[in-house]
Structures are given as C-alpha cells and as structure tokens.
C-alpha cells in the first residue's frame, strides 16, 4: 500500500481553503465537530435536487429517499461491524438517542437498583441514566478516575459490579483528555455482573475501527458529525437488547426507536462519509491484514481499514505534537505521555498553562488562524475531579487532516503563549 497522503486527502476538504488573514486555517477543533469531504457535501446536496420525499411514498422521489435512507442504515452497520442494518438507529445526535434508550431501560427497573456510570465521560453518557434513574428511584454510582494519568479507575470499576447493576455507561475514549478505555474488557466484566454495557463512541469513531460484535457491547452511540459527515446520531443496539426495551413512540410510527420524520438529507450525508472512509481504506490501508480477516469483504473491510489506516498516520502526527507541547516551558499535559502507550489514547491534547489561561491561550490562536477548543466541552466529571474549573483545558484535536506543518505552526504560536 501507499504511504498515507494527508496532502491528498485535505484536497477533498474545501474548508481547508478557508484563509483567515492572508493564511489558511489551522483546524485543531475535530473533537467539537470535524470537516466534511466534498462528496459528502455533494451527497446533501444530490438528496435535495433528485430525492426529497417524505417516507413510503409510491412515487419516484420517495422511493429514492428509502433507498437512501435504507443505504444509510447499512453504511453504518458496516462502519460498526453490526450484524444487521436493523440494529442501527438514527436520529438527532448521540445525546438525544442516549436519553430516549435510557428512559426505555429504566421503564424496565425498579427502585432500588443500580446503574454504573463513568467519572472519564462526557455528560451526554452520564446526565441521561441520572435523569431517568431519579424518576424511578433508581440508584447510580459513578466509577473515579485516577488523576495520575486520567484513566478509569477498573479496580472502583470492578467493586461497583459486585453490586449487580443493571446497567453500566462508559466511554470509549475521552473527548476531553484522549482516554482509550479498555472496551471488551470493561463490556466482559460488566456482563459476568449481569449487567447491560451501553458505550459512548463519540471521539472513538473519528480516530480508530470500531467492532461492535467484537467487544460485545448491548448498545453504543457516536456521531456521524465527528467522523465526516453531518449532525447525525447513531446507535448501535445489539437485536435481542433493543427488543427487549419498551419503548416511547407514536402508535404509527413505523420504527420503535426512530421517532418522527427524519433528517434524510444528514443520513445521505452519513453514507458518503462512511464510503469516504472506505476509499481511505481502498487507498492507504490494508484490508487484507489479520485484523480485518473476520469482517465481509467490500465497503465493511475497507472501512475498518480505512480507519485502520488513519489511526496509525495520526498517531505518528500526535507524537510530534507531544514532544513540542513538553519541550515548552509552563505547559503541563494532561492524560497519558508515555511513548509506550500511545495505543491508550486518541490524538487529543489537553494542556493547561503556568502564565495563562486556556480561554486566553484559545482566544490568541484563534485571532491567529488557529482553531482550538478551552473549557470541559462537556466532560464536567474529570474536569472537576482534577480540579481544573473554571477554565478547564486547552484542547488540541489532530484529524487525518492535519500536518506536521500545521503541528509546527501550532507549537511556535503555543511558546509564545506560554512565555505570556
């Protein structure tokens, strides 16, 4: 296989042309939201001029809309490795999904039992189980980090499940300090306990393959609008999981978890940047490899090696901005920095300063042509746990994207910050 071409591939990325001041932009902001390829904008776009209809019409451009629609579906089941289309749902975002699947689970509790949740998440896989667990008496504790290197504390973890849970949220990965948790493992103890895993995938699905069979998750959710595409939510729900859950819907409606009409033009969206994907696989990566064996060949395999792929470029990426950031004098990185494992963690920077703070730091680049991101973005629980309120972190995303000369610009704009 060729070798990994950022080069070419921000070709396919029109807002990287955007010019702020006489020079492009930087675009450090993936984890709030990445840019989108052409054929993604194409795909809104040709949804709109060729299919836009509503549902289970018996005319051209309705059927057109099903069949997009019914793509998308599958799309998404082979980025995820889910074993039907029908176990992948759609809807607004990740949050809004979360809140309707937990208001189904906890439908089915009764006062007095327990729900885990994660002091690592963001509040979107920790706020919903509490709301829903308050209105049924339910009781949820929640697993602390280990401030040391901002991971899950799995032994709090394990002494949790020994009071049989229900359910147990966690994330994949850290959208505010790159944590990679132990997935498989955390879902394996999880269901010895008797307990349903539902997994936050948000600032997972960007940066590495996500197989859901193969860690055996009941249920997980990310968003199309991080890896790519549109502001889609998805979740996966393992088939027995979802027909077990009662469920909130008009008595019409034609899906149990789908409510409404839906965003038809984001779902072609999703499917485009789902093949995009694929053809970073078909281009960079390795399909054939050990690793990708167990998958159906064509667009599922090529997906996962396409991500496969993108892993391995941004890790690479991420350590050059790693040696910058501790070479700076009053720059303090949060999360895990030994070399030894990089495959704990996204390419996700948290910094903090000895001489600003993250808001001026964010504000400075940003009037420099710099997009980064200061505050919790939502990740209250370690934020707090590690005593950086008000102001959080500066947080640093690398995408495929990205390049070591954006890296470089980065870090001379950063020790200048740091020297005040």
Known sequence: MPAFDAAALRTRFPALSIQQDGRPV?????????????TVIEAVSRYYRESNANHEGTFLTSRRSDAVVADAHAALADLLNAA???????????TTLTMHVARSVTAALAPGDE?????????ANVGPWRSAAADRGITVHTVPIRPDDVTLDIEAFDKLLHGRPKLVAFGWASNAFGTINPVAELVRRAHEAGALTYVDAVHAAPHLPIDVQAVGT??????????FGPHVGVLYGRREALAALPTYKLRVAHDR?????????????????????AE???????????GFAHLAAGRRRDAHAGMAAIRAYELGLFERLLGGLEAIPGVRVWGITDRARMAERTPTAAITFARTTPEAAAT?????????????????GPVEALGLEPQGVLRIGLTHYNTADEVD???AELREIAAG
Not at 26 to 38: K, R, S
Not at 257 to 277: K, L, S
């Open 26 to 38: 930087a675009l450090f902001d993936g984890p709030g939201g990445t840019q989108v390829p052409d």
């Open 84 to 94: 039907d289309p029908e176990e992948v749902k759609l809807g607004a975002n990740m």
């Open 115 to 123: 729900i885990v949740v994660s002091g690592l998440d963001h509040e």
């Open 218 to 227: 009941d249920f997980l959710a990310c968003s199309a609008y991080k890896f």
């Open 257 to 277: 978890f789908e409510t409404g009409t839906g965003n038809f033009e984001g779902y072609a969206g999703a499917r485009a940047a789902v093949e995009y994907i």
């Open 280 to 290: 970073v696989g078909r281009a960079y990566g390795a399909p054939h490899a050990e």
């Open 364 to 380: 400075t680049l940003g009037d420099r042509g710099i997009a980064t991101w200061w505050g919790d973005f939502y990740a209250a």
């Open 409 to 411: 610009r980065l870090l």
